[in-house]
């Protein structure tokens, strides 16, 4: 990493980022649009751990530029070196590089600002609100708290996804994507504060959308509904073009 990424790498190299390379051993399309591939880790599970959600920036390059992108890592096993990562496809470099990775492709991963504070007391219901982009990590929290009720908003169609919900204590509520995320800004709001009601003593709220949206939902829980900081999780994941 460094100069070879540009002044990102730098500045991740400064602030003590750690680097491995990572190979593909197989993969497979889940859906038209949603891929999974399966990698060995480099030596970098033994040496950061393991922890929910966690995830690592993938560094691909077009036209001599280096690009990053966050990717949650899925079924990490320390002891095997392995983990899987699933990309929701569309028009973009990292999209191109699932599209053509293959058993022997190589990529450059760095571990640097992942993290995860387990809520203290654990939650009485979780409520997350995520999209195609945030499922590994929807998933990683689920199984975080696999005996916890949960609700999750889901905007776009999960039919086909490997969404790890189980009917007997998890709701999934499937929201359309329209007018740039208002329609689940909206959906939400309509929705969240009976949730919240009937959530027990302790909810736990993960919000993981694009970056406008997350905002958006992050300023109503925390300003009009008064929801407590410790207790509410919200990263954008990714910028709409519109």
């Not at 959530?199 to 992050?218: E, F, K, N, Q, V």
């Amino acid at each position: 990493m460094g100069q070879g990424h540009g002044w990102q790498g730098t500045v991740l190299k400064l602030l003590r980022a750690k680097d491995f390379t990572l190979t593909v051993t197989g993969g497979e399309d889940v859906t038209a649009d949603y891929r999974r591939l399966h990698l060995t880790d480099g030596g970098m599970l033994a040496a950061t751990g393991v922890h929910p959600t966690m995830w690592v920036r993938l560094w691909f390059e077009r036209d001599g530029k280096p690009h990053q992108r966050a990717y949650t890592l899925v079924d990490p096993d320390p002891s095997a070196g392995t983990f899987s990562l699933e990309f929701a496809l569309h028009e973009g470099v990292a999209s191109d590089w699932a599209r053509s990775a293959r058993p022997g492709t190589t990529i450059e991963a760095t571990v640097h600002g992942t993290g995860f504070d387990s809520p203290d007391p654990a939650p009485t219901h979780l409520i997350a609100i995520g999209d195609p982009a945030s499922l590994p990590a929807v998933n990683s929290l689920l199984d975080a708290f696999p005996s916890t009720p949960a609700t999750v908003f889901f905007e776009g169609d999960p039919a086909g996804l490997p969404l790890r919900t189980d009917p007997s204590r998890h709701a999934i509520r499937p929201v359309p994507r329209k007018d740039a995320g208002a329609h689940l800004v909206a959906q939400v709001r309509k929705a969240l504060p009976a949730l919240l009601a009937e959530g027990g003593t302790d909810p736990y709220l993960w919000i993981a959308c694009d970056t406008a949206t997350t905002r958006s939902l992050t300023a109503y829980v925390r300003k009009e509904l008064g929801f407590p900081k410790h207790r509410l999780h919200a990263l954008g994941y990714w910028r709409a073009a519109n």
